[in-house]
């Protein structure tokens, strides 16, 4: 056998390990209700029409080469007036690199900071790719509190606690994934202190940013003083376009102490040419056109939010924080004694309730006895989703 690397080898990727079991239920002619992924796609959400028609232009009109490795120069343009208009930040279009969406953005930054055994803080519970990312180029996952009984906000003394002389950076993924918190404005401030007190550069995922129910995002990029800051976004969540693959990051960096690590970005975007051409040209009429789709989809999604988090919150054995942001939801499994942890509740759940959750460990230590729930389905399917997990609580619990 040849071996493959253990680099490799040793990713997991919590999100999708659970879908295995579910086919096979499905292939025995089991219809599952898969509320797992968080991609808006796949429901009644799609990009756009003016982001679409200029896909299919730029396609038609030839665009269809490969672009500079930084991202087309009126992309970038466009990105800082989208991103001064939302965040007050002054940057230029030297500040900012696309990219093959934000995953790509995480794969530039982490690969450009971390040596072997340097560690990067990270929320727990997170989204996985910043553990499996951070392990991939050789680097610790570090993982910090944020903390339930406070609406899932960090905790900053564990952030504090966690910093040592190999971390080189703290994430923040503000809204969240999983938890869908969306901090405060004071959190926020305090994590740039703690940051400038330690030298370290804050990397920003605001991927969710104009996705809120109550309360608006606030940027660490649109708050620093002399804190560097990444700030990463895309077309994925507020544009609808998940499978376009395509995003962006900038650098809000007012004493130019990335210079190095910008160098080292440039390099890697380099040696993978450049991001989409075509979807660059929908992205530049994303960006500076008409934002009254998102607000008829927010709509939808506060009805959907409200509806699962009533739906929820009647259920036995259970006990629910209202995410402000995003579209996930992540319950605390408070009756334990019928199963072993929260991976084998979620087999429970997909086995004999039919529905497909993801076990909240699989997001980190924070998340054990915890289970994500992606509210994108309409009513209706949430409704038959809930009908049927009630029911198994119900007989699990006897009650
Ligand atoms: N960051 C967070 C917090 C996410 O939840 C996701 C997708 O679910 C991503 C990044 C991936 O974004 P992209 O599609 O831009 O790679």
Redesign the pocket.
């Given at each position: 056998m040849i071996r493959a690397s253990e680099r490799a080898m040793g990713i997991e990727y919590a999100i999708r390990d659970v879908v295995l079991p579910a086919r096979e239920l499905e292939k025995k002619g089991i219809k599952v209700i898969r509320l797992n992924i968080?991609d808006p796609g796949k429901y009644d959400f799609q990009p756009p029409k003016h982001m679409r028609d200029a896909y299919c232009k730029a396609i038609q009109e030839g665009h269809n080469y490969y672009g500079t490795s930084e991202g087309l120069p009126e992309l970038r343009e466009a990105i800082v007036q989208r991103e001064k208009r939302k965040n007050g930040v002054d940057i230029t279009p030297e500040d900012v690199r696309v990219t093959a969406?934000?995953?790509e953005a995480l794969q530039f930054i982490f690969g450009a900071l971390l040596n072997p055994g340097d560690n990067i803080l990270v929320p727990s519970p997170s989204?996985p790719p910043y553990t499996g990312l951070v392990k991939f180029y050789g680097g610790v996952p570090n993982e910090y509190l944020t903390v339930e009984e406070n609406g899932w906000q960090p905790d900053i003394d564990d952030m504090r606690k966690k910093i040592n002389e190999k971390t080189k950076a703290i994430a923040v993924?503000n809204p969240n994934?999983p938890t869908g918190a969306l901090y405060e404005k004071k959190t926020v401030r305090e994590i740039l202190d703690l940051a400038g007190e330690y030298g370290l550069p804050v990397i920003s995922?605001e991927?969710y940013d104009l996705m809120t129910y109550e309360g608006e995002h606030v940027s660490p990029g649109s708050l620093t003083k002399d804190v560097p800051v990444i700030v990463m976004n895309?077309l994925?969540k507020v544009y609808f376009a998940?499978g376009w693959?395509l995003?962006y990051f900038y650098y809000v960096d007012p004493e130019d102490k990335l210079s190095e690590v910008r160098e080292a970005i440039d390099k890697m975007a380099r040696i993978r040419i450049c991001p989409n051409t075509p979807a660059q040209f929908a992205a530049i009429a994303g960006l500076t056109g008409p934002m009254d789709y998102l607000k008829e989809y927010m709509a939808k999604l506060k009805e959907r939010r409200d509806y699962i988090y009533k739906r929820l919150t009647e259920i036995p054995g259970i006990s629910t924080t209202k995410p402000q942001g995003a579209f996930y939801i992540f319950p605390r499994i408070d009756e334990r004694s019928k199963w072993k942890n929260d991976k084998e509740f979620v087999l429970d759940a997909l086995n004999e309730a039919h529905v497909l959750f993801v076990h909240g460990s699989g997001f980190g230590y924070a998340g054990d006895w915890h289970f994500r729930i992606v509210f994108l389905p309409p009513v209706p399917i949430l409704e038959e989703a809930m009908n049927n997990f009630e029911a198994f609580m119900r007989r699990k619990l006897g009650s």
């Open positions: 968080g969406a934000v995953t989204y993924i994934n995922d991927i895309g994925s998940t693959r995003g």
